[in-house]
């Protein structure tokens, strides 16, 4: 399904107003940029669709950050920085973004791969302010959601190297199916509605749709 659809903001020549998206832990900015192409081409029949569009990617790696800006092909329509989300701060950070486009929020957050990270390293409580904070930022979510044998397989990496174990892991309460946990926090707390499941992706990790109620 294009994404156009999916997020049903349309192609409206009437319309002026910005596409915002937000990329989570975007890595070196690989797919931000995918992304970001993707949705041009979607939107090709708009002759101001490159005026329009604007993306965000922020990732805790400075170095991930500065690969990312160095061969980042559309510098005018997308942003990279180092952000730590667990911060307060980082929600005025993001939300000052969007509101330079006249935005509350932006029209799409995708999540790929962060959730178990930021679990195992700060805990339950920062697995749900995780999705709270995202929640709040945007209308849409695209969240990928990695599966509790994935935590196992991290710790048991750790142990191989002779590291020391994950602060938390031994005492998450959080655990099991992580994609229901995520599911009904976002739906309880946060005022989302899970409008498709796209199955698990090749990593067996469950790829999540919500919509703002």
Request: hydrophobic residues 40%; proline residues 2%.
């Amino acid at each position: 399904m294009k994404i156009l659809e999916l997020l049903h903001i349309g192609c409206r020549p009437e319309s002026s107003e910005p596409v915002l998206m937000l990329d989570a832990g975007c890595n070196s900015g690989d797919l931000s940029v995918a992304l970001y192409k993707h949705l041009l081409q979607e939107w090709q029949s708009e002759s101001d669709a490159s005026e329009r569009v604007f993306l965000l990617g922020f990732d805790l790696d400075r170095d991930l950050i500065l690969r990312a800006q160095d061969s980042n092909p559309f510098p005018q329509n997308i942003q990279f920085v180092s952000l730590d989300i667990t911060h307060e701060e980082s929600h005025t950070t993001l939300t000052s973004h969007s509101e330079k486009f006249g935005r509350r929020r932006y029209n799409l957050c995708t999540c790929f791969a962060v959730t178990m990270w930021i679990h195992l390293n700060h805990g339950d409580a920062a697995f749900l302010a995780l999705l709270s904070r995202l929640a709040s930022l945007c209308e849409y979510l695209l969240l990928e959601v990695q599966p509790w044998k994935c935590y196992r397989s991290a710790a048991r990496r750790l142990r191989k190297l002779g590291r020391r174990d994950f602060d938390h892991f031994k005492t998450l309460q959080i655990c099991g199916d992580m994609a229901a946990h995520a599911k009904e926090h976002l739906e309880q707390r946060c005022s989302m509605e899970l409008t498709r499941s796209f199955g698990t992706t090749g990593w067996d990790r469950s790829l999540l749709l919500f919509k703002r109620r």
